[in-house]
């Protein structure tokens, strides 16, 4: 069963940086499967907000482009979520998820929640105005 822990969030001023982390409990998860940056806020439906897949293209929300990246280090197992300028608009809880189908990632649609099998347990990020 493939397990995947976040970590790094926290509250920050308007402006600042965060980077989450997500320790994905196998190295075939980060060698060949989509992997996704999720974020919830109250009474919102959960969205993408950054992928990467197994070719290592990178994709991310429009709301994001320019602020956030994504990236992955497969010697470590673990998947980053450099976040900067951060507003309080990205006052969420981030979660990391992975599935191991490449359609999870295909270009037809963004990271699609229910298209992903495997979910870590979120990471709150808080940013004040």
């Known amino acids: 069963q493939v397990q995947l822990v976040e970590s790094g969030g926290g509250s920050v001023q308007a402006g600042g940086s965060l980077r989450l982390a997500c320790a994905a409990s196998?190295?075939?998860?980060?060698?060949?499967?989509?992997m996704g940056w999720f974020r919830q806020a109250p009474g919102k439906e959960r969205e993408g907000v950054a992928g990467?897949?197994?070719?290592?293209?990178?994709r991310y929300a429009d709301s994001v482009k320019g602020r956030f990246t994504i990236s992955k280090d497969n010697a470590k197992n673990t998947l980053y979520l450099q976040m900067d300028s951060l507003d309080a608009e990205d006052t969420a809880m981030y979660y990391c998820?992975?599935?191991?189908?490449?359609?999870?990632?295909?270009?037809?649609?963004?990271?699609?929640?229910?298209?992903?099998?495997?979910w870590g347990q979120g990471t709150q990020v808080t940013v004040s105005s």
């Open positions: 990467i897949d197994r070719d290592g293209i990178r």
């Open positions: 998820a992975a599935d191991w189908d490449p359609l999870a990632c295909d270009v037809r649609w963004f990271l699609i929640p229910r298209r992903f099998h495997y």
């Open positions: 196998e190295s075939t998860v980060m060698g060949g499967w989509c």
